[in-house]
């Protein structure tokens, strides 16, 4: 069972106070865009052995959505920042290089 | 026979006698005795019956790791079947039983399946799933149903109570052991908070049995004067019966404490379950001993020689007369010794090792044990139990050199150490040649959080041997974990033990060596799955390279005692048949829990009324007090109908349907959802979530709305009304409201951030009444207080006022097609005003209805209900509801999904009302046959049912359905297979049965 750490309201929530919500930085495509970006919006996730960006809400705590990157491999937690962004903050980057030299995911790396 | 020594046994009390009884017959034992020391004190050695040829079986170990001795315990509402004999302690009065026999233990017809065994081979399900069909579904499924399962479930609500404790720990250590004393010792001097959790009801672990010295003392002492140090650190805290059951992420640790198992009716709970976080974790789990793989190993009387070494010791017990050791190594010397100086016969030790010297044997040697060296095991001769023993050539075939007669044969092929909790959350394994097992890898350890170590394995389980070794490893675990943990470097050394000199032992995975296929045949692997080596090795010869998928195939390890103790011999079996090396096989995954847990434990105090939090309304007592017959909606109770004295349930459904259609009914539809939506950006973000335009609503009007997914599917639906310029509030079905909180949360949180909207979740701060019916407006006049006539409060309006002195928005809506209002007062005056409305409503003959009448209600006027015309994959087009679809909108929730090929595919299947033929009612999920098979053979469906109910009000069964084209079929007949046979056929008609222009609702 995961704690992370809530960038809100700072508490090392245990899983069970929150609840997931998926890979996080997705673009949403609304009408007018094209099938196939239609289809990686609503289907295409990545399923990674290690560096991975995921959407979690602390639902009986705060109620804030925030998100948090993590090594689905090792369960080290790297960071979790708030969920109005639509990239990893460069902390959250730097502190994924510190572990994992020459990481990516999706765009990122 | 096995009996009780005149002397000895260091954990029982022989001035206190525990009677029990086992299939009936009355035995005796002492205080201290497990239910496994007592049978055998009491000459039980034939405890029950193998799972699959049902071989006789008796015990083979004297711990968690027993594959045989599983029996039923207590009686009644205490019976538990499969409880292990060797972790059960022994109280005055315990009942048991043997299982998996009929007629008798002695006699069991199912034994039948031993000499049956060559027709029943390793992967004899998956070879009897394929073919031929009439055979499985004739022949074998019956047997196998038949005989599947150990024991008896139990018939009787379980009288017993559990508990969970939550509670943090700095460092934890798992086993206490010496290795776990120490460790705890070594972590509580660095002055962080310590829990050391034993499984057993004695601290020690193995060393008081296996005469090591610490300190200078026998280990018994420095155990007792070292829990009693321990007992008196503050920061340290001790759970004897409380068994480590998983380690999972981040620290989170399961254990199992049997606080009450040895002492029923005493009123404390039976099982506790411990979840605990731990910064840091110490696996002192021990080592179990394997067995060794010789035929008829399985044999009654053929014992782990550790287990043997205990039941002496420990409990005083003999368990033979005459006793032959089998080894590869020197510790299983220690039982011979054992043995010897409590006065019983050692006949001879045979040792697989082509040399014997070192300083075990030579002491074994000088009590007169004879040693065979370079000998193994060509045949074990008995039935129920052994007889004599066959002895060979370890490098030769079998033939056999010399026969010994005894009655036990202990055996040791070495010791594996317990890496199941190491293992549970990531921890790698290496090999260690040398003692043949595999060993927790500290360069892989399990790591938290922060990417830190966060498991240690500390002693036995960690591959140290030796008293000295084993000290000095948990010493060094313990400083580790408690300066991980925050603690204090400390200096203080490890205690020093006797040296315990032991010459190398011999890895042996088969004896003799050139064991030909009828040994093998009877050399078993797993004893309570009857897996031998012969079906390890089929299962390699027929292309099973995996350990996980030879597993699978053969069942072996995979019976309740999960292979401790034929897990390393079946994959040693493996290797040595694929000729690959043992590493290279690796061994099958390490799952939680440890050993078995109850069902109990798991559920705690979640049981009864306490399983689930029951929400109520306001006016629930009132529907209590008036008979309600509930129904559960989420966690919510609604009355499904209010029956009177003399009444079913289904006349009272049609009573309140008539009576509203008539006269007045009063719903109580507080578990509405209530969401208030506020703020400049509130409109715009409205009109993302609802199909249609909620942004345009006038202030004081109301407005059904819908809402889908991202997929376009319908999620929820609901009316909406404009509070003020800034302000909607939000109405949403009953299991909606939470799910419905949480996705405008969602969207506004991680999409809209920069909208200024604000939401509030005030479901349960109103009761909500709907006064429905022709009278509806009679009565609320007749209250009091607001002017809800015609032109005042138009349909699909709301106001706000006082009616009857109490605070009340009142909104003209209908989901029953009467002229209706629903009157929302603050949750504590809901329950006031209900009775207030009952009262003043008895002129014009109110009643309450139910869910069930609003269900039938809202049927009859074609009105959808989310979760009956909706599952998922219904989009609003398919529901005829496109006139609830803004087409002026760039964009909503959905949009972009329902513009794909199949959403807007003219194919669907869609929304009609069926109107049967001969009145009856349609069953529900029923679906319609078109023509033709479809690639299975069955017949085509061209549709479904999706609410279908006897309407009172036309006297006829009604339905809606989502037929294929079903709009452009009205008028067609269609046909519903029913499940009894034959078949409904019913009318495509308009969804709406009654009041088709609305004028009743609209008075
Ligand atoms: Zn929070």
């Known amino acids: 069972m995961l704690i992370l750490t809530c960038p809100y309201c700072g508490v090392e929530a245990d899983e069970t106070e929150l609840s997931p919500g998926g890979e996080a930085h997705l673009k949403r495509f609304g009408p007018g865009s094209s099938e196939e970006e239609f289809e990686g919006y609503l289907f295409m996730r990545e399923n990674p052995k290690g560096v991975h960006f995921e959407r979690w809400r602390h639902a009986y705590g705060c109620g804030k959505w925030f998100l948090a990157a993590r090594c689905t491999m090792t369960l080290e937690v790297f960071g979790t920042y708030p969920a109005q962004t639509t990239e990893p903050p460069k902390k959250i980057r730097d502190a994924i290089s510190a572990k994992r030299p020459g990481w990516s995911w999706g765009d990122f790396k | 026979m096995s009996t009780r020594l005149p002397t000895g046994g260091r954990l029982i009390d022989r001035d206190t006698q525990l009677d029990f009884t086992f299939n009936g017959k009355r035995l005796r034992g002492c205080a201290g005795d497990t239910l496994a020391s007592a049978l055998l004190a009491n000459d039980q050695t034939l405890l029950g019956r193998s799972f699959k040829y049902h071989r006789p079986r008796g015990l083979v170990a004297s711990g968690a790791e027993e594959p045989n001795a599983l029996l039923g315990l207590g009686k009644g509402s205490r019976f538990e079947p499969n409880q292990r004999a060797t972790t059960t302690e022994l109280f005055d009065g315990l009942t048991c039983e043997s299982q998996n026999h009929w007629p008798s233990l002695e006699f069991d017809i199912g034994a039948v399946n031993n000499y049956a065994s060559r027709f029943l081979p390793a992967g004899f399900y998956y070879k009897t799933f394929m073919a031929p069909r009439a055979a499985w579904k004739h022949v074998f499924e019956p047997i196998i149903r038949r005989s599947a399962g150990l024991g008896k479930a139990p018939t009787e609500r379980d009288a017993d109570r559990y508990e969970h404790f939550h509670t943090h720990v700095d460092v934890l250590i798992i086993g206490g052991g010496i290795a776990g004393l120490q460790a705890a010792r070594a972590a509580a001097a660095t002055g962080v908070s310590v829990m050391v959790v034993e499984q057993t009801a004695h601290w020690g672990g193995r060393a008081p049995v296996d005469g090591a010295e610490i300190e200078g003392q026998l280990a018994d002492y420095w155990v007792r004067e070292t829990v009693e140090s321990l007992g008196k650190l503050e920061n340290v805290r001790m759970r004897a019966r409380t068994m480590g059951s998983g380690v999972y992420d981040h620290g989170y640790v399961l254990a199992y404490e049997r606080v009450a198992d040895h002492t029923p009716d005493d009123d404390r709970p039976r099982h506790r379950l411990w979840k605990i976080r ?50 590869n190594n020197d510790d299983a010397y220690r039982t011979a010794i054992v043995l010897k100086e409590a006065g019983l016969d050692v006949p001879a030790i ?100 922060a990417g830190e170590v966060f498991v240690h394995a500390a002693g036995n389980a960690n591959g140290a041997m030796t008293t000295s070794e084993v000290l000095a490893d948990a010493d060094a675990a313990g400083k580790a974990a408690g300066k991980a943990a925050g603690g204090k470097a400390t200096r203080k050394a490890a205690p020093k033990a006797k040296e315990e000199p032991s010459e190398p032992m011999l890895p042996v995975w088969v004896m003799p060596q050139g064991a030909d296929i009828k040994l093998r045949g009877k050399m078993w692997l797993d004893y309570q799955n009857d897996v031998k080596v012969s079906d390890v090795q089929l299962a390699a010869r027929e292309g099973y390279e995996s350990v996980e998928h030879t597993k699978r195939y ?109 006269n007045v009914g009063l719903l109580d539809a507080s578990t509405l959802g209530k969401i208030l939506v506020k703020g400049p950006d509130a409109g715009r973000f409205l009109d993302m979530l609802y199909t249609n335009m909620m942004s345009t609503l006038p202030v004081g009007k109301c407005r059904y709305g819908l809402m889908c997914s991202e997929n376009g599917f319908l999620s929820d639906d609901g009316v909406v009304a404009r509070i003020d310029e800034d302000t909607w509030l939000c109405h949403t079905t009953t299991g909606g409201a939470d ?103 008895e002129e014009f003959g109110v009643m309450p209805y139910g869910t069930e009448a609003l269900h039938i209600m809202r049927a009859e006027k074609g009105f959808i209900m989310i979760g009956d015309e909706t599952d998922g994959t219904v989009i609003p087009q398919d529901l005829g509801l496109n006139w609830a679809i803004s087409k002026k909108k760039d964009d909503y929730l959905g949009k972009r999904a329902q513009e794909r090929s199949h959403m807007t595919d003219p194919d669907r299947w869609k929304l009609v009302g069926l109107e049967t033929l001969d009145g009856s009612v349609i069953p529900d999920g029923a679906y319609a046959v078109g023509e033709g098979e479809n690639a299975n053979g069955q017949r085509n469906t061209i549709g479904r049912v999706t609410s279908t109910y006897f309407s009172p009000t036309l006297g006829k069964g009604i339905a809606m359905g989502l037929v294929h084209n079903g709009p452009d079929r009205t008028g067609e007949v269609i046909e519903f297979p029913t499940l009894k046979g034959g078949s409904i056929r019913a009318r495509i008609v308009d969804p709406v049965f009654y009041d088709k222009d609305g004028e009743k609702q609209n008075v």
């Open chain 2, 350 to 449: 045979i040792d697989a090792r082509p040399e014997v010297s070192g300083a075990l044997p030579e002491q074994a040697r000088a009590l007169g044990i004879a040693v065979h060296a370079g000998r193994g095991v060509a045949k074990v001769l008995g039935g129920k139990s052994v007889t004599a023993v066959k002895i060979c050539a370890q490098a030769g075939e079998g033939a056999p050199v010399d026969e010994i007669p005894c009655d036990v044969i202990a055996m040791s092929g070495g010791w594996s150490p317990v890496v199941h909790l190491w293992s549970h959350c990531g921890g790698k394994l290496i090999w260690e040649a040398g003692n043949a097992h595999f060993r927790p890898n500290p360069d892989k350890a399990p790591t938290g959080h």
């Open chain 2, 739 to 841: 799910r419905i909180h949480a996705h405008m949360e969602d969207w506004l949180q991680c999409e809209w951030w920069d909208w200024e909207v604000y939401t509030a979740n005030i479901t349960e701060q109103y009761a909500q009444i709907a006064v429905v019916g022709p009278k509806a407006r009679m009565l609320l006049e007749k209250i009091g207080g607001m002017d809800l006539g015609k032109e005042a409060l138009p349909f699909m309006q709301w106001a706000e006022g006082e009616l009857a002195g109490i605070p009340a928005r009142v909104f003209r809506i209908s989901f029953s097609g009467e002229l209706s209002y629903e009157v929302a007062v603050p949750a504590s005056r809901g329950l006031e005003f209900w009775i207030k409305l009952m009262m003043a409503g």
């Open chain 2, 554 to 662: 053969t069942t072996l390890g995979m019976a309740t005692d999960q292979g401790k103790l034929s897990n390393i011999n079946g994959l040693a079996v493996l290797a040595g048949s694929l000729g690959d090396d043992i590493p290279q096989v690796g061994t099958t995954t390490f799952r939680p829990p440890y050993t078995p847990i109850s069902m109990g434990a798991i559920a705690g105090e979640a049981r009864a009324e306490l399983f689930q939090p029951v929400r109520q309304t306001p006016i629930h007592t009132w529907h209590e007090a008036h008979g309600a017959d509930w129904e559960p909606v989420g966690h919510w109770r609604r009355p499904y109908a209010f029956p009177r004295d003399g009444e079913t349930v289904h006349d009272a459904v049609k009573r309140e349907v008539l009576n509203t259609r008539e």
């Open chain 2, 278 to 327: 731990a910064k840091q974790v110490i696996t002192a789990t021990g080592a179990i001993e394997r067995p060794l793989s010789f035929a008829g190993n399985d044999i009654p009387g053929v014992m782990l020689a550790s287990a043997v070494r205990d039941y002496v010791v420990n409990w005083g017990v003999s368990p033979g007369d005459r006793t032959v050791v089998v080894t």
